[in-house]
Every structure is written in structure tokens, then in C-alpha cells.
């Protein structure tokens, strides 16, 4: 799962929005990698990429607080991994806080990482012909999504461009 804060021009107003969004993502996601594994795997790695972020593309922190506790509650074991991209010292301080209220086993998953990091791992998780030229150098996918054709006529366990 891959959601890229800069590229999201958002009207933070709806918090129930900002969390159906995400646990939808997370289900898209989901079904995906155990149709993709054959039901082998049943985790995902997902990145929150703030390369060219601005204050308009940041969630409200109660936001965020809420998504995690969602997630907690609700997805328990379902995240191999987070990664945290290029964010901005105010979420690293705000980590620092919530960190010690969040089960030590999810914890131990959350990495906050550079660009460059995040494009070496990326390397090692996606295919050239699924990634987009800004996930890596070589992404051969740069197709604008259109939402209309990735919520209706996508099938919800393919990823976009799949069919």
C-alpha cells in the first residue's frame, strides 16, 4: 500500500473520511496480496510517503491518532511493516509521544526512512512494470490513475492497471 501525502490535495474537514479511506486502501490492499500468494500471505508493507509535502496534504494529528488506534483495535497482526518517508520533524516528534501508548509488537514495525531508502526497498518489492517513474528510477508505470476506473471497474482484490 502506497499513499504519497504530496500528491494528495485534501480538505482535512472529514475525519471518518480520512479513516474509511485508509481502511479501504488497507482491504484493497489485503485482498490482494492473499489472491496474488494464493492466501500464503496475509500482511502488507505500506508506505506513507511525505517526499514534497506541505501543510496543506498533512491529516490533522488526531487524524492519525485515530487511524492508529483503528488499526490496532481492528487489523490487529495484518501490517508486515510501516514506513514512514521523508516526513517532516513534527511527526518524528509526535512518534516520540505515542509510541509508548501503541503495543511494543507494532512498534517494532513502524520505520521512519529517506527517499533513497524507500526507492532501494521499493526496488525489492515491485515489479518495474507496476511501479510509477516517482517510486523508483526504471518505474515503468506512469499511467494517471483514474479514480473512476480504480473504484468501479477494478475488482476489488486487483491492483489498479491489473485487468
Given at each position: ?30 485482498a490482494c496480496t ?130
Amino acid at each position: 500500500m502506497f499513499q504519497n501525502f504530496a500528491k494528495n490535495d485534501s480538505n482535512w474537514d472529514d475525519c471518518d473520511f480520512f479513516i474509511k479511506g485508509n481502511i479501504y486502501m488497507l482491504e484493497r490492499a489485503l485482498a490482494c496480496t492473499e489472491r496474488n500468494t494464493d492466501g500464503e500471505k496475509d500482511k502488507v508493507v505500506a508506505f506513507y510517503d511525505y517526499n514534497g509535502y506541505g501543510l496543506k496534504n498533512t491529516p490533522p494529528v488526531m487524524f492519525a491518532k485515530e487511524l492508529l488506534f483503528d488499526l490496532r483495535d481492528h487489523w490487529p497482526e495484518r501490517l508486515q511493516q510501516v514506513f514512514m518517508v521523508d516526513t517532516p520533524f513534527v511527526f518524528r516528534a509526535f512518534w516520540m509521544i505515542i509510541k509508548h501508548f501503541i503495543d511494543p509488537i507494532t512498534k517494532e514495525l513502524v520505520h521512519f526512512i529517506t527517499d533513497e531508502e524507500q526507492k532501494q526497498l521499493l526496488r525489492k518489492m515491485i515489479s518495474e512494470d507496476q511501479a510509477a517513474p516517482f517510486m523508483f528510477d526504471g518505474g515503468k508505470n506512469g499511467k494517471e490513475v483514474d479514480n473512476e476506473t480504480f473504484f468501479y471497474n477494478t475488482p476489488f482484490d486487483h491492483v489498479y492497471g491489473e485487468c
